[in-house]
């Protein structure tokens, strides 16, 4: 190993403190891969889960938009294939449901990996539309 490390003209404090950064890269790429997979344990937990499947939406729109750039396509498809995406799982929710997601949404110390201001303003405003829809519904069936 001494050997090797000469070959390539490092010290061996050199190559110690190498191989001490790349353990410790490794090591904070753990943890953030811990504390994403804690997260969305207790979001499961706590009937959240649609903030999960929002980030693997996100996760997905962004694979997309590169793809669809890489291939001279025009992304705005993506994003209409998005938002309907997002429309839909909402659709899924019950009005309690709805409300608890926009709730947590709506507070900005809610993390939610990959998703930026502008795209959390268009989530919420899609949640908020389908919320309103679902309260009509139910008001409209209880009225009968």
């Known amino acids: ?8 003209g490092y010290t061996a404090n050199e190559a110690a403190d190498m191989i001490k950064k790349g ?8 943890k953030k891969d811990g504390e994403i997979a804690f997260r ?5 937990a706590n009937e959240l889960g649609g903030l999960n499947n929002i980030e693997d939406i996100v996760k997905k729109l962004d694979t997309d938009v590169r793809d669809a750039k890489a ?7 993506v994003r209409n294939t ?13 009005t309690d449901g709805l409300t608890k997601v926009l709730t947590a949404l709506n507070d900005s ?6 998703v930026s201001d502008g795209l959390r303003k268009n ?3 899609i949640a908020q539309d389908r919320l309103n829809d ?5 008001a409209y069936n209880h009225s009968k």
């Open 1 to 8: 190993m001494e050997a090797a490390i000469l070959e390539l």
């Open 23 to 30: 353990l410790n890269n490794e090591l904070a790429k753990l």
């Open 40 to 44: 969305r344990d207790n979001r499961e």
């Open 71 to 77: 291939l001279g396509i025009d992304d705005q498809i």
């Open 82 to 94: 998005f938002n309907e995406t997002i429309g839909n799982l909402f659709e899924g929710m019950d």
């Open 109 to 114: 110390s809610v993390v939610l990996e990959g």
């Open 123 to 125: 989530i919420i405003a």
């Open 134 to 138: 679902a309260q009509a519904t139910d």
